[in-house]
């Protein structure tokens, strides 16, 4: 068969180990257990049991074979209040080797938290009495979302880990619940005690929103009558695909790759790099989404809250979904399996977690010669390692691509169902758009942060600012036709804290000035900006100094195993100011070595009706450019050929 559905676990075989593999399932038990033993006896709860990743000295210099001591990064807390302990352990040497205890971080809300959260707020008087007052008596049928609380200062909430919550309710068992906002209820939840400590009713005084009751379904049984006019569009390799997987090393190409995964980002790309002839050539050390962050644009009582760091408040990794054969990638596929950590400790497998396959890209170049009639034409295929997860009403599906003409790329794909408030019919908020009789969409942002840890032709690297530079009109100019790139180095931290500029045709190159092309020019990777987003939350705002780094749309550092996530390591209800504002402002040296760029991108959303029920995936990303890498066009290689499959319809 062309299709294959083999699934192969994300971990350490004995043929095919490597220091990068993420911790298999009998890691995290022996992590847990360790942990409960040395913390104990009082109960824990774990949020992260994650690889302690290798230096890179050791990722160079191993060996198959080679013993290397498994290191586990740790996150747990006690129930019932804040305050977590991060460390490191060793499973090789069966103890903890470093611990630090932070009585004021919070953990991420976990997914076993979710549906305790929203029994609890059910079950309150003052929750039930709002529902009452809008006509609802069935609470069965009401849906509570736990939002993130963000940090405001409000009387009564010092001192908790919180989730301020919106409320939907069904007209039925299979209902869209998203189609019913409750407006105006917002109960706040104490997360480790599920107390409800307030319930906000913004109608208190006054007639409340009513509960537009129109139904949008898009569940297939539910929609009605179906398009009959589609015929199947099947993609068949007959000899498979053209790539080879061995534990997680991928190799395709030219390229190669480890792919890992983890709770809290999810897919990871690991020391990707480039063989031409008989030499291999290192690109990126690490590629990973470090961060999100959804900002909603309404002002108005319990909206002004919604600022939610999706990757760091609740974990892109545990919230990835079991993808299935045949809807989610089609083609010859092959599959690979992760586990994360439950609030227990024990492992949870998540089966079909990434899926690899090829695809085709259109035409990678073409020339026709019109004085002998001659054309040369080669398609381009591109290798996709994808991943989707579900934060709440959101579908979020990151996808990697490697191309023949040596180029990367990222793209994240965003669909399921946009989070809906109600309003009169006809008079909806400035802030939002309707979408249905009675329903709105506020308009909002989704900002992604990518970590780019490069190693272009090794580690020592440097980062060129371009820019258009017109000369005026004159001697330099006189034809009104010239302009030309001026070429920047970015030396220090707070120089290249950039923002994409179109007017100048912005970007930035990583370039390694030990090593020289064909024309004597550094060897580098061009990062295109191509879906950059002008940030409208205030810097200084309460949710904007939490964010700040959508302030930018690059920032570089020197690499620091202990930076890794833009907003700062604790996430959830955090001070301001934490992550790249923090570490950047040591202005630290940029010229000739190890670098981590961080590229902020994202989509800005002003919701249409097109969006509802269902949002058609609406895409965002960058690119990662051979510029200068290579000493000609890497895909004057591709073989002639001509699809024998295609037909004259």
Same mark, same amino acid.
């Given at each position: 068969?062309?299709?294959?559905?083999?699934?192969?676990?994300?971990?350490?075989?004995?043929?095919?180990?490597?220091?990068?593999?993420?911790?298999?399932?009998?890691?995290?038990?022996?992590?847990?257990?360790?942990?409960?033993?040395?913390?104990?006896?009082?109960?824990?709860?774990?949020?992260?049991?994650?690889?302690?990743?290798?230096?890179?000295?050791?990722?160079?210099?191993?060996?198959?074979?080679?013993?290397?001591?498994?290191?586990?990064?740790? !996150?747990?807390?006690?129930?019932?209040?804040?305050?977590?302990?991060?460390?490191?352990?060793?499973?090789?040497?069966?103890?903890?080797?470093?611990?630090?205890?932070?009585?004021?971080?919070?953990?991420?809300?976990?997914?076993?938290?979710?549906?305790?959260?929203?029994?609890?707020?059910?079950?309150?008087?003052?929750?039930?009495?709002?529902?009452?007052?809008?006509?609802?008596?069935?609470?069965?049928?009401?849906?509570?979302?736990?939002?993130?609380?963000?940090?405001?200062?409000?009387?009564?909430?010092?001192?908790?880990?919180?989730?301020?919550?919106?409320?939907?309710?069904?007209?039925?068992?299979?209902?869209?619940?998203?189609?019913?906002?409750?407006?105006?209820?917002?109960?706040?939840?104490? !997360?480790?005690?599920?107390?409800?400590?307030?319930?906000?009713?913004?109608?208190?005084?006054?007639?409340?929103?009513?509960?537009?009751?129109?139904?949008?379904?898009?569940?297939?049984?539910?929609?009605?009558?179906?398009?009959?006019?589609?015929?199947?569009?099947?993609?068949?390799?007959?000899?498979?695909?053209?790539?080879?997987?061995?534990?997680?090393?991928?190799?395709?190409?030219?390229?190669?790759?480890?792919?890992?995964?983890?709770?809290?980002?999810?897919?990871?790309?690991?020391?990707?790099?480039?063989?031409?002839?008989?030499?291999?050539?290192?690109?990126?050390?690490?590629?990973?989404?470090?961060?999100?962050?959804?900002?909603?644009?309404?002002?108005?009582?319990?909206?002004?809250?919604?600022?939610?760091?999706?990757?760091?408040?609740?974990?892109?990794?545990?919230?990835?979904?079991?993808?299935?054969?045949?809807?989610?990638?089609?083609?010859?596929?092959?599959?690979?399996?992760?586990?994360?950590?439950?609030?227990?400790?024990?492992?949870?497998?998540?089966?079909?977690?990434?899926?690899?396959?090829?695809?085709? %890209?259109?035409?990678?170049?073409?020339?026709?010669?019109?004085?002998?009639?001659?054309?040369?034409?080669?398609?381009?295929?591109?290798? !996709?390692?994808?991943?989707?997860?579900?934060?709440?009403?959101?579908?979020?599906?990151?996808?990697?691509?490697?191309?023949?003409?040596?180029?990367?790329?990222?793209?994240?794909?965003?669909?399921?169902?946009?989070?809906?408030?109600?309003?009169?019919?006809?008079?909806?908020?400035?802030?939002?758009?309707?979408?249905?009789?009675?329903?709105?969409?506020?308009?909002?942002?989704?900002?992604?942060?990518?970590?780019?840890?490069?190693?272009?032709?090794?580690?020592?690297?440097?980062?060129?600012?371009? %820019?258009?530079?017109?000369?005026?009109?004159?001697?330099?100019?006189?034809?009104?036709?010239?302009?030309?790139?001026?070429?920047?180095?970015?030396?220090?931290?707070?120089?290249?804290?950039?923002?994409? %500029?179109?007017?100048?045709?912005?970007?930035?190159?990583?370039?390694?000035?030990?090593?020289?092309?064909?024309?004597?020019?550094?060897?580098?990777?061009?990062?295109?900006?191509?879906?950059?987003?002008?940030?409208?939350?205030?810097?200084?705002?309460?949710?904007?100094?939490?964010?700040?780094?959508?302030?930018?749309?690059?920032?570089?550092?020197?690499?620091?195993?202990?930076?890794?996530?833009?907003?700062?390591?604790?996430?959830?209800?955090?001070?301001?100011?934490?992550?790249?504002?923090?570490?950047?402002?040591?202005?630290?040296?940029? !010229?000739?070595?190890?670098?981590?760029?961080?590229?902020?991108?994202?989509?800005?959303?002003?919701?249409?009706?097109?969006?509802?029920?269902?949002?058609?995936?609406?895409?965002?990303?960058?690119?990662?450019?051979?510029?200068?890498?290579?000493?000609?066009?890497?895909?004057?290689?591709?073989?002639?050929?001509?699809?024998?499959?295609?037909?004259?319809?």
């Amino acid at each position: 068969m062309a299709i294959s559905s083999e699934s192969t676990p994300i971990g350490a075989t004995a043929d095919t180990f490597h220091p990068l593999d993420p911790l298999g399932p009998e890691e995290m038990r022996t992590a847990a257990a360790l942990l409960r033993e040395a913390l104990g006896p009082e109960p824990l709860r774990f949020e992260r049991l994650t690889l302690e990743e290798p230096d890179k000295e050791s990722i160079r210099g191993w060996q198959p074979g080679q013993p290397l001591d498994r290191r586990v990064r740790f !996150v747990v807390s006690r129930p019932g209040g804040i305050g977590v302990t991060l460390g490191i352990l060793s499973l090789d040497e069966h103890r903890i080797l470093s611990s630090e205890h932070l009585p004021d971080a919070r953990p991420m809300i976990m997914l076993e938290e979710f549906m305790a959260i929203e029994d609890a707020v059910k079950a309150d008087p003052a929750f039930i009495k709002a529902c009452a007052r809008r006509g609802i008596d069935d609470m069965s049928l009401v849906c509570v979302d736990p939002w993130s609380a963000g940090r405001f200062d409000v009387p009564g909430e010092e001192g908790r880990r919180l989730s301020h919550t919106f409320a939907w309710v069904r007209n039925h068992a299979r209902d869209n619940f998203y189609a019913h906002p409750i407006e105006g209820v917002n109960a706040v939840v104490d !997360v480790d005690t599920l107390e409800v400590i307030r319930v906000d009713d913004h109608y208190a005084d006054r007639e409340p929103v009513p509960v537009p009751r129109g139904e949008s379904n898009y569940e297939a049984e539910l929609v009605g009558e179906h398009r009959g006019d589609i015929k199947p569009l099947d993609v068949i390799q007959s000899d498979g695909p053209s790539f080879t997987l061995e534990g997680n090393l991928l190799r395709w190409q030219g390229w190669d790759v480890r792919i890992g995964f983890n709770a809290r980002e999810g897919l990871t790309l690991h020391t990707l790099g480039h063989t031409e002839g008989d030499e291999r050539r290192p690109i990126l050390h690490r590629a990973s989404l470090a961060e999100m962050v959804v900002p909603y644009g309404s002002p108005a009582a319990g909206h002004y809250r919604k600022n939610v760091f999706d990757i760091g408040e609740y974990g892109l990794g545990k919230l990835a979904n079991s993808l299935t054969l045949g809807c989610d990638c089609l083609g010859a596929i092959r599959y690979l399996d992760a586990y994360v950590n439950g609030i227990d400790g024990e492992p949870i497998e998540i089966a079909n977690a990434i899926c690899i396959h090829e695809e085709d %890209n259109g035409i990678a170049w073409k020339h026709w010669d019109f004085r002998t009639d001659h054309t040369e034409v080669r398609r381009l295929r591109r290798l !996709v390692i994808s991943s989707i997860s579900t934060v709440g009403n959101y579908e979020y599906a990151s996808y990697w691509y490697l191309y023949q003409t040596g180029m990367v790329e990222f793209e994240m794909k965003a669909t399921g169902i946009i989070n809906t408030v109600a309003c009169e019919p006809g008079k909806p908020s400035p802030y939002a758009n309707e979408v249905a009789p009675g329903v709105a969409g506020q308009i909002h942002q989704h900002l992604f942060c990518a970590r780019l840890d490069m190693d272009v032709d090794g580690p020592d690297n440097a980062v060129m600012e371009y %820019n258009v530079v017109v000369p005026p009109e004159g001697p330099e100019n006189p034809y009104g036709n010239a302009f030309r790139e001026e070429a920047t180095l970015l030396e220090t931290e707070r120089a290249a804290q950039r923002r994409a %500029n179109s007017e100048t045709m912005r970007y930035w190159k990583v370039v390694n000035r030990q090593r020289r092309n064909a024309v004597g020019q550094p060897t580098g990777f061009k990062l295109e900006a191509t879906n950059p987003v002008t940030p409208y939350t205030q810097p200084q705002s309460r949710s904007g100094q939490r964010g700040r780094f959508i302030q930018n749309h690059l920032w570089v550092t020197p690499f620091n195993a202990e930076e890794r996530y833009p907003a700062g390591e604790f996430v959830n209800q955090s001070g301001p100011g934490q992550g790249l504002p923090e570490w950047t402002s040591a202005d630290r040296n940029l !010229v000739d070595t190890d670098l981590v760029l961080w590229h902020v991108f994202g989509l800005h959303h002003p919701v249409r009706p097109e969006d509802y029920p269902v949002q058609p995936c609406v895409t965002c990303g960058f690119r990662l450019m051979p510029s200068g890498f290579f000493d000609r066009n890497p895909a004057i290689t591709l073989p002639p050929g001509r699809n024998a499959a295609s037909c004259c319809a």
